[in-house]
């Protein structure tokens, strides 16, 4: 009975030792990660690769949790200060309402009009060109810890929706930039920002829909609007407001510049690719200002099936020709259509945008354009931007 005993002792010490060690294929901690992801816990585990490495392998909360610890500090808001005319009546008087105002005063108005995101420790600042529009009012920056900057300095891009502005500031925790080349559609987004002037430091979480989108940008809060080529389309939610906030991958990079939200569609936001905006940051730092070649068109789109419908080629239309620029020295006009550009095809899908930024300041350019139901050949020498 002894021996009985002391032997049944031992398989249940064997078998214990067995399924702890995983020797039975059970494994305590999967058992105890499988309880607490169907509790909505955060999982984190370390798996060994066959080359011998160890890989630290996290649910998709603990990606979306450590990303925004890691970038939180380095967002900002973009406020604005402007005056407002207030229009005063007598109280005492009845029928006032019904008057001229007695006199007429101003107040000052502040309000959170976008977002943007830290690129130096000394205080250059990424945001969208349509935030930072407006002329005759002040602009500020607030960080994360709520300190309030006076914006010195604005710099406005003339191909992109792109502005960086500068405040006097030292210390600052800056952005990792990606590399936009590599988005796949599928893969999951981060945005971040102040979406309707209101709620400062707003996490929103989705995947990249689609690439190469053209889009309009601006929005009422904003009051600007500009056509955009080649934007990455996203359903993570971005409202007016969140213009100018980082969109980031699952690494903490910053892979677009949040721009703009579909009117009148839910689920649908785009961003700037970061190389675009790389390419122009890179100009920037050199020579302290956005020397880029520029045409001095404004334009919409054409795609192929409006086209067919009002019996005209798909291309570029021309709605603006800026006074003095490359485009009507050239001889470009409003209501020209221009089909190619440096020899290559327009379409919707490959926007103008996209050809005019891989010139440099007085490249010349055969442009094609059509007019009167006749297509022109016309010669550009690209210019430089010179407005603000």
């Known amino acids: ?74 967002v900002v808001t973009v406020g604005v200060e402007r005056q407002r005319s207030v229009m005063e009546f007598d109280p005492r008087d009845p029928f006032g309402f019904f008057q001229q105002p007695r006199q007429r005063s101003s107040e000052t108005e502040k309000a959170d009009i976008g977002s943007g ?51 006097d500031a030292s210390g600052l925790k800056t952005v990792e930039l990606g590399n936009s080349d590599q988005i796949k559609v599928g893969q999951m987004v981060i945005a971040m920002g102040t979406p309707l002037g209101e709620f400062r430091g707003t996490v929103t979480k989705g995947i990249v829909s689609g690439l190469g989108r053209g889009i309009t940008a601006g929005s009422p809060l904003e009051g600007f609007a500009e056509e955009l080529d080649n934007v990455i389309q996203t359903d993570a939610a971005i409202n007016p407001g969140n213009s100018g906030g980082p969109l980031l991958n699952s690494s903490g990079q910053v892979i677009g510049v949040n721009t703009a939200v579909a009117s009148g569609a839910e689920n649908i936001g785009f961003a700037l690719p970061i190389n675009l905006v790389k390419e122009a940051l890179d100009n920037f730092k050199v020579t302290g200002s956005f020397d880029r070649a520029f045409l001095g068109v404004s334009y919409s789109m054409l795609s192929r099936d409006t086209a067919l419908l009002n019996e005209v080629p798909e291309g ?37 945008a996209t050809l005019i930024n891989k010139k440099k300041i007085g490249d010349r350019v055969t442009v094609k354009i059509w007019r009167d139901e006749e297509e022109k050949d016309l010669t550009v020498t690209m210019g430089k931007y010179d407005g603000s």
């Not at 901690?29 to 080359?51: A, D, H, M, W, Y």
């Open 1 to 74: 009975m002894k021996r009985n005993f002391i032997l049944i002792a031992l398989i249940v010490i064997l078998l214990a030792v067995g399924i702890s060690s995983g020797y039975f294929g059970f494994n305590w901690q999967t058992l105890n990660n499988q309880i607490r992801e169907k509790t909505g816990e955060t999982v984190e585990r370390i798996e060994k690769l066959p080359s011998g490495e160890t890989v630290r392998v996290v649910n998709e909360e603990s990606v979306v949790i450590d990303v925004v610890e890691k970038v939180n500090p380095s």
């Open 117 to 167: 995101f830290i690129l130096s420790a000394d205080g250059l600042i990424v945001t969208n060109k349509h935030v930072v529009s407006q002329s005759g009012v002040k602009y500020s920056v607030i960080t994360s810890d709520n300190k309030t900057y006076e914006v010195k300095n604005i710099y406005r891009d003339p191909a992109n929706d792109v502005a960086i502005v500068k405040i």
């Open 316 to 352: 570029a239309y021309v709605r603006e020709v800026v006074e003095g620029s490359a485009a009507e020295k050239a001889g470009i006009q409003q209501g020209d259509i221009i089909t190619y550009f440096d020899g290559q095809r327009i379409k919707a899908d490959d926007g103008l």
